[in-house]
T-cell receptor, first 110, second 112 residues
Framework: AQRVTQPEKLLSVFKGAPVELKCNYS??????LFWYVQYSRQRLQLLLR??SRESIKGFTADLNKGETSFHLKKPFAQEEDSAMYYC????????????FGTGTRLKVLA | SQTIHQWPATLVQPVGSPLSLECTVE??????LYWYRQAAGRGLQLLFY??????ISSEVPQNLSASRPQDRQFILSSKKLLLSDSGFYLC???????????FGQGTRLTVV
């Protein structure tokens, strides 16, 4: 079954500290993985996708097929990073569904 | 440019009343369309998706239904709301050839 697991509901870190939001997935093929972010009073929006292999707002995420993980990392957290983060997958082969995890709320403390 | 409109933003309805939430997309053709429910601690749950007019796939059994009467219109409905239908409903779309989904602002539904 397709599943995305985000084990942490809440993650609090101090400004300047490293951040790692965990995401593990279950999928029998080769999915596409995404991180979406929802800032306060804003709509859910794409942060980054694994196929782009890019860094957005200092965040990176590497797809580890062996561990079926797609953890989101940032070396130095900023207060404006405080938001709700969702990991998501979309299956391969024309699959149209996006499956989301339960989300992790990141709080960056001053 | 493409935009997605979802309304109303908030809605309070009594138990047993009908529901109709509307979502429209502009600036694209034949998008994939999605309805999600966002609940605290439960994340984003996919309710329905549609790959074309009149084509609806339901992901979970529930008190809700969806329809796509036009290419860029997606409607979430219920004949009789339950208290458990309360939540935050999000509409999303994906263009042909795109990898990411784009989300609307959402509707906060409170059933009383």
């Amino acid at each position: 079954a397709q599943r995305v697991t985000q084990p942490e509901k809440l993650l609090s870190v101090f400004k300047g500290a490293p951040v790692e939001l965990k995401c593990n997935y279950s999928y029998s093929g080769s999915p596409e993985l995404f991180w979406y972010v929802q800032y306060s009073r804003q709509r859910l929006q794409l942060l980054l996708r694994h196929i782009s292999r890019e860094s957005i707002k200092g965040f990176t995420a590497d797809l580890n097929k062996g561990e079926t993980s797609f953890h989101l990392k940032k070396p130095f957290a900023q207060e404006e990073d405080s938001a709700m983060y969702y990991c998501a997958l979309r299956g391969s082969g024309g699959t149209y569904k996006y499956i989301f995890g339960t989300g992790t709320r990141l709080k960056v403390l001053a | 440019s493409q935009t997605i409109h979802q309304w109303p933003a908030t809605l309070v309805q009594p138990v047993g009343s009908p529901l109709s939430l509307e979502c429209t997309v502009e600036g694209t053709s034949n998008p994939n369309l999605y309805w999600y429910r966002q609940a605290a601690g439960r994340g984003l749950q996919l309710l329905f998706y549609s790959v074309g007019i009149g084509q609806i796939s339901s992901e979970v059994p529930q008190n809700l239904s969806a329809s796509r009467p036009q290419d860029r219109q997606f409607i979430l409905s219920s004949k009789k709301l339950l208290l458990s239908d309360s939540g935050f409903y999000l509409c999303a779309w994906r263009g042909q050839g795109d990898t990411e989904a784009f989300f609307g602002q959402g509707t906060r539904l409170t059933v009383v």
